[in-house]
């Protein structure tokens, strides 16, 4: 089945950086588009990057110039770098796959930018 198991997440100073992955299994990984999700405490969850099958990427206006997705399809994973981190990036920082219709996601991973 897919499993999709974020890591990386951590408490950062403002203008840090973190790099997080997510390693993917159970489907073709090189075949899918994989995204980034974030949900701020009392936040609805919201997108933040999406990696294409040809790497082409798109993100989110309020992090774009700051973080960069990209994808290894040697190890099926997919990666979140993060720089010049500020304190409205707190969140739980989610990967996601649309795979057979269904919409699946990890389990989170933490991330907490404060002084």
């Known amino acids: 089945q897919v499993q999709l198991v974020e890591s990386g997440g951590g408490l950062v100073q403002p203008g840090g950086s973190l790099r997080l992955s997510c390693a993917a299994s159970?489907?073709?990984?090189?075949?899918?588009?994989m995204s980034w999700y974030r949900q701020a405490p009392g936040k609805e969850r919201e997108w933040v990057a999406l990696?294409?099958?040809?790497?082409?990427?798109t993100y989110v206006e309020s992090v774009k110039g700051r973080f960069t997705i990209s994808r290894d399809n040697a190890r099926s994973t997919v990666y979140l770098q993060m720089n010049s981190l500020k304190p409205e990036d707190t969140a739980i920082y989610y990967c996601?796959?649309?795979?057979?219709?269904?919409?699946?996601w990890g389990q989170g991973t933490q991330v907490t930018v404060s002084s």
């Open positions: 990696v294409t099958i040809g790497g082409d990427t």
């Open positions: 159970g489907f073709v990984f090189s075949s899918y588009v």
């Open positions: 996601s796959v649309n795979f057979g219709g269904r919409r699946y």
